[in-house]
């Protein structure tokens, strides 16, 4: 027999050989998967590991539990996300529902609702002052000076109210919501403008095409 059919037996052989059948099954606590050897001494064979058995015995939810409530946490409204940890000042209260304000009131109007679109670790969504969109967890502007800028309009028309001045409404983007700019590139933005930047008039082109 040829060197050549030796090796084509061997690899025959191999193949044809039966090969072990492995049980792999997810963690209960973690959802890693590992063999299944069942209860090893004080391991109970549905964990990954002593850690994870003690996670579950002291009350923690199983790992199906815990993408469960995953699920029902990205499908639930904004309005009802609670802060659970960090600053004292923040814990238990809905900073979402403080920033997009359904209920609660500006200077006797309903604030503005957006729509948002989540990601990892926020929502995004169009700053308070400026109108950009920028990926928020939980804050109204998108940088520091934004936030001043509209807290010192916040405090100007504070102070006109209390003076029993009426500012004149400001034209708002038909897209956006929001206020429509004085002046762009150096210009004076004319009085029948009705988007504020060109991604709204685009966005708006896009609406109209669709319809």
């Known amino acids: 027999m040829s060197r050549t059919e030796k090796l084509a037996k061997a690899l025959l052989e191999d193949r044809n050989k ?5 049980n792999i099954v997810p963690c209960f606590s973690c959802g890693a998967t590992f063999v299944y050897k069942g209860r090893q001494g004080e391991l109970n064979g549905r964990f990954c590991s002593m850690r994870c058995q003690a996670w579950f015995d002291d009350g923690n939810p199983s790992y199906e539990q815990q993408q469960e409530q995953e699920r029902e946490l990205l499908n639930a409204p904004l309005d009802s996300l609670v802060v659970v940890a960090g600053p004292a000042d923040m814990v238990g209260r809905k900073p ?11 200077r006797g109007k309903p604030r503005e609702t957006y729509q948002t679109r989540r990601t990892r670790d926020g929502y995004v969504i169009p700053c308070t002052h400026c109108r950009k969109d920028f990926e928020s967890k939980g804050l109204r502007c998108c940088s520091k000076d934004c936030e001043k800028a509209y807290c010192e309009r916040e ?6 109210a209390k ?45 109209r095409n669709a319809a």
């Open 18 to 22: 039966v090969k072990p059948q492995h």
């Open 96 to 106: 979402y529902a403080e920033l997009f304000g359904a209920v609660a009131q500006t």
């Open 155 to 160: 405090e100007n028309l504070a102070t006109l």
């Open 163 to 207: 003076a029993g001045i009426e500012p004149k409404a400001k034209k708002l983007c038909q897209v956006c919501r929001g206020r429509m700019p004085g002046w762009r590139n150096g210009r004076r933005v004319p009085s029948s403008a009705r988007f504020c930047s060109a991604k709204c008039r685009s966005k708006a082109a896009r609406e």
